[in-house]
């Protein structure tokens, strides 16, 4: 069974930066794709970022250029560092990743959240204007 645990959260002011960390117990994920999701207030939930195993990265369009996604897989971690955050950038993040049995048979490393077989229950990020 594979558990994922995200913290880092907290409140900031805009402008502000937060590191978000997710550490995976268990080994039967794969890290072909791994990401970063969020969850706003009355919104639906969306992806922020992901990482593949070889190191490529895509992001959201809403966070490039102020959010870097990384990985250290000796540590079973993924890394979300979140830099000039402002009150949109107010959510719930999820790290997620999929299964042994479906991330070798992934097309491709998107934001489709049925890709993803693992979820952790989130870290709250506040940011005040």
């Known amino acids: 069974q594979v558990q994922l645990k995200e913290s880092g959260g907290g409140s900031v002011q805009a402008g502000g930066s937060l590191r978000l960390s997710c550490k995976a117990s268990?080994?039967?994920?794969?890290?072909?794709?791994m990401a970063w999701f969020r969850q706003a207030p009355g919104k639906k939930r969306e992806g922020v970022a992901n990482?593949?195993?070889?190191?490529?990265?895509d992001y959201a369009d809403s966070v490039k250029g102020r959010f870097t996604i990384s990985k250290d897989v000796y540590e079973n971690a993924l890394y979300l560092q979140m830099d000039n955050l402002g009150p949109d950038d107010t959510a719930m993040y999820y790290c997620?990743?999929?299964?042994?049995?479906?991330?070798?048979?992934?097309?491709?490393?998107?934001?489709?959240?049925?890709?993803?077989?693992?979820w952790g229950q989130g870290t709250q990020v506040t940011v005040s204007s």
């Open positions: 268990g080994s039967r994920y794969s890290s072909y794709c």
């Open positions: 997620a990743v999929p299964s042994l049995d479906t991330g070798p048979w992934l097309s491709h490393c998107g934001f489709t959240e049925s890709d993803f077989d693992y």
């Open positions: 990482i593949e195993s070889d190191g490529n990265t």
